[in-house]
T-cell receptor, first 114, second 112 residues
Framework: DSGVTQTPKHLITATGQRVTLRCSPR?????VYWYQQSLDQGLQFLIQ???????AKGNILERFSAQQFPDLHSELNLSSLELGDSALYFC?????????????FGAGSRLTVL | GQQVMQIPQYQHVQEGEDFTTYCNSS?????IQWYKQRPGGHPVFLIQ?????EVKKQKRLTFQFGEAKKNSSLHITATQTTDVGTYFC????????????FGTGTLLAVQP
């Protein structure tokens, strides 16, 4: 157990639907990162939050949004889902907000869009 | 934008053989990290390199950071079946960018 909790572990939904993935960072970590892992795309950085504020943005689609709440947990919202959104979504956390910090990953949420 | 390329994509070795994966960035990195993802698992941090030309060892694993801080390598001596997994480098682009960009990964298969 890495200390980073992600729910749900698996999610199957249909195209056009909306889902929310949840992440609780490791105790003491203030930064939360979201990554998408597809078979042919590796680990794609989506977005980072630090203590409730957006810190860095990657190639996150406009249909996707995220936020970090005062208790530091984060949610990734995926809407108007397409088949290509099927992937493993990882949340990671770190103590600080710079790239010098080591990331601790959760077990991931596997999304299947049918 | 920043890109981190990693080669090879896949490597199959016999147990006991050595293995090396290479990581290259188009621009200078602030630091580089290495992660290992076992099949069906999540990435787990291995090591971070910060200084130009830095070399670090962890048992059979040797990590190097290039002099220009644009490339890195991971070398495993005498592979074991427990080394199976995907090895990712992750380059940090500092300053206003402040992003950790993962390489494409190298999948290592070890035949007993």
């Amino acid at each position: 157990d890495s200390g980073v909790t992600q729910t749900p572990k698996h999610l199957i939904t249909a195209t056009g639907q909306r889902v929310t993935l949840r992440c609780s960072p490791r105790s003491g970590d203030l930064s939360v990162y979201w990554y998408q892992q597809s078979l042919d795309q590796g680990l794609q950085f989506l977005i980072q939050y630090y203590n409730g504020e957006e810190r860095a943005k990657g190639n996150i689609l406009e249909r996707f949004s995220a936020q970090q709440f005062p208790d530091l947990h984060s949610e990734l919202n995926l809407s108007s889902l397409e088949l290509g959104d099927s992937a493993l979504y990882f949340c990671a956390s770190s103590v600080g907000d710079t790239g010098a910090n080591v990331l601790t990953f959760g077990a991931g949420s596997r999304l299947t869009v049918l | 934008g920043q890109q981190v390329m990693q080669i090879p994509q896949y490597q199959h070795v016999q147990e006991g053989e050595d293995f090396t994966t290479y990581c290259n960035s188009s621009t200078t990195l602030s630091n580089i990290q290495w992660y290992k993802q076992r099949p069906g698992g999540h990435p787990v941090f291995l090591i971070q390199l910060v200084k130009s030309g830095e070399v670090k060892k962890q048992k059979r694993l040797t990590f190097q950071f290039g002099e220009a801080k644009k490339n890195s390598s991971l070398h495993i001596t005498a592979t074991q079946t427990t080394d199976v997994g995907t090895y990712f480098c992750a380059g940090h682009y500092g300053g206003a960018t402040n992003k950790l960009i993962f390489g494409t990964g190298t999948l290592l298969a070890v035949q007993p």
